[in-house]
């Protein structure tokens, strides 16, 4: 079993910047890929980032550039910094944990998942 704890969620303003922190704890190694997801009111989930044990990374295109997710195995602490955002960013972030492929960006994959951090861009 692995637990995940969020943090780093808030209200800024355009064009402002946040990290999102994520801790896992209990069997955290067994974590293969971590990944950041988000969801916005009315819409579907959707990836935000994921890394692998290794380092490699996949990061959703629409926020390539801005966003950039690292971690940290012996930590076992997942993070995501945000820079440039947007209100289109305003969203539930999520974190996953999953313990079969080294990256993946199929929600399916990820079995363990965090209560979510609220980022609301606002001005």
């Known amino acids: 079993q692995v637990m995940l704890v969020e943090s780093g969620g808030g209200t800024v303003q355009p064009g402002g910047s946040l990290r999102l922190s994520c801790v896992a704890s209990?069997?955290?190694?067994?974590?293969?890929?971590m990944a950041w997801f988000r969801q916005a009111p009315g819409k579907e989930r959707e990836y935000v980032s994921v890394i692998g044990r290794g380092g490699g990374r996949i990061t959703n295109m629409s926020m390539k550039g801005r966003f950039t997710i690292s971690r940290d195995n012996n930590k076992n602490i997942v993070w995501l910094q945000m820079i440039g955002l947007e209100p289109e960013d305003t969203a539930l972030y999520y974190c996953a944990a999953g313990t079969r492929r080294e990256t993946t960006v199929n929600p399916d994959d990820y079995t363990y998942w965090g209560q979510g951090t609220q980022v609301t861009v606002s001005s």
């Open positions: 209990g069997r955290s190694d067994t974590i293969t890929s």
